[in-house]
């Protein structure tokens, strides 16, 4: 992870990026690099959630960019990641949720202009 290790901030922007995805609602990890100015960085999203160790975190509100919960089927990670996601009132179906499109959530974030 020595990206993060290289520039602080890019952490930081990926953390508030998550904690901005409100309760009853997922994102992808690419939109969480894209809304945390590092486009294209899904993957660097994707493991600084696996080195996550702040309990609270939503960590659960993220997934694959086609609803898929990453972890696979049957472990106890995906088991509770579905359990978090149907306790905020997401349907789990076969491992994925629905997924809202990019501008629904970014005006549920960052308001009407997907701004801050």
Do not use: C
Not at 3 to 23: G, K, M, N, T, W
Not at 25 to 36: D, L, P, Q
Not at 44 to 49: F, S, T
Request: hydrophobic fraction near 45%; proline fraction near 8%; charged fraction near 25%.
């Amino acid at each position: 992870m020595a990206a993060l290790s290289a520039d602080p901030s890019a952490r930081a922007r990926i953390l508030e990026a998550i904690r901005d995805v409100p309760h009853g609602a997922v994102a992808g990890y690419g939109h969480i690099a894209r809304r945390a100015g590092l486009p294209g960085r899904a993957r660097l999203v994707a493991r600084m959630l696996a080195d996550n160790a702040d309990p609270t975190l939503p960590w659960h509100r993220i997934v694959r960019s086609d609803g898929r919960i990453a972890f696979p089927a049957g472990s106890k990670p995906h088991r509770e990641q579905v359990r978090r996601l149907r306790a905020e009132g997401l349907a789990v179906v076969a491992g994925r949720v629905r997924m809202p499109r990019a501008e629904e959530l970014d005006a549920a974030l960052w308001g009407p202009a997907g701004h801050r």
